[in-house]
DNA sequence: CGATCGCTTGATTCCGATCAACAGGAGTGG
DNA sequence: CCACTCCTGTTGATCGGAATCAAGCGATCG
């Protein structure tokens, strides 16, 4: 368990505002497995596990967000996913190794279930497998779904995205974003010069704007459906 | 059941020597179900089933090959996957819609298993279950490699699909692409001419021949190897 | 107060898209 | 059989959007 920074314990302050701690796309796999969680915390940047490592161990995300990313040799970056509270990630069925590598973005809590526990509990109870089947064929969609945002305009990119985020979390026009630029950039596949200047672009628009640079007030959601192509 | 023009019929002739009928990705979920399948044809550019329309089948590629895909709005089109002799495709788990559309790239034949036999014997047998989950499970590595690709060059991009296609089908040297370059293109996001240039550029470099358009020899898979940058 | 970090803004470059023309092969019809 | 068209792929010229290079700004922290 990490000591943490001042620093860190004060960024760490804003996360519980940022998330509904229960999130709406909380899926419990079962009462059963839910009891089964150990907490864990891990602070920022912090690595959760790494690309090739053994996958032991599915995560539910309880405060907090995580990264899931992939890189290149000469340390391009595409993340893959964020995680928010009530997600679930890092389940690697008919794998026993990781594919992707996994950080906390800010100070993070998760609850930690052993893999062999959720098998063991899969075989006997067929909802919980059908249950996993389906977070697996979620993660599934939403891949296909990102891979179509990637060949899509910046400014196109960077509306889907807040659009995206706003749809999670607390259903209002106030988007609180949890990641840097740089985390965005490397999601949307855009630099974050690029993902700056859309933003600023956006706002002189008058379809978002920013009380901080984390935080966006959607100000016209048609405008930005309109500008995401879909 | 398509009637085959004599030019589709000749096309089709060529289909088996493109891949080995039976690849080594072949995972038969089992020999109880793979008895379940039905054959049937579609003919080339017809669609096998659309966006949003219902998920009632799994299909199995006996011969040519399929390619799955999203547009936007605007009809720009990212392929996700292409799918060849062995693959399985079309389940959608937990959504009775499929979220992408899938159309014949030749003429092709499959197997199609109804999703409610399949759904009905997974609750059954434990191990069909799992062997679904876990196709679901490889889709979605795929799908998260593609997204690393897409954030590649459009040389590095062409050289990671040429060896793509040579790890799969016969494990020789010689390459046979079913799809055209606007397929190629779609699913690389580039644009034919860029294709073309860079499968040109790399045939100057010596790091594959040109027998045909769609017959390709890879001459060196080291310096491949190297442009592709994972 | 100076240093660091995350973000924004400006100037310029460059890769791939776009626009355009052409080539080769296959099928069609005279 | 040949002329014609259609289709697919290649090649060339130019354009444009995002990357790159570079500077500055405003927080937060030591």
Redesign the interface.
């Known amino acids: 368990m990490p000591m943490l920074t001042p620093a860190l314990a004060a960024r760490r302050s804003e996360s519980p505002s940022i998330h509904t701690p229960c999130a709406v796309s909380t899926y419990p796999l079962s009462d059963t497995l839910d009891m089964m969680g150990a907490p864990m915390a891990f602070s920022r940047n912090e690595e959760i596990y790494g690309e090739a490592e053994p996958a032991d161990y599915l995560y539910k995300v309880v405060s907090g967000a995580v990264r899931m990313y ?1 890189v ?3 340390g ?1 970056r ?1 993340i ?1 996913a964020f995680y928010l509270p009530g997600d679930m990630f890092g389940l ?4 026993d190794e990781h ?2 590598s996994a950080e906390a973005i800010s100070d993070v809590t998760v609850l930690v279930f052993k893999r062999s526990a959720v098998l063991a509990l899969a ?1 006997r109870d ?1 909802t919980v ?2 249950r ?3 977070m ?6 939403r ?6 945002l ?3 305009s910046a400014e196109e990119r960077v509306a889907s995205f807040l659009l995206e985020m706003a749809g999670r979390g607390s259903e209002t026009d106030a988007v609180t974003l949890p990641m840097s630029r740089q985390d965005i950039a490397d999601f949307l ?1 855009l630099t974050i010069e690029t993902v700056s200047r859309t933003i600023t672009h956006l706002e002189h628009a008058h379809a978002i704007a920013l009380t901080s640079s984390r935080r966006v007030a959607l100000r016209n959601r048609a405008m930005l459906a309109r500008l995401t ?2």
């Open positions: 992939k290149l040799k000469d391009r595409q893959g690697e069925p008919g794998n594919a992707s075989t067929a497998a059908r996993l089947w389906e697996t064929a979620r993660e599934l969609h891949a296909n779904d990102h891979m179509l990637l060949i899509k596949g192509a879909s």
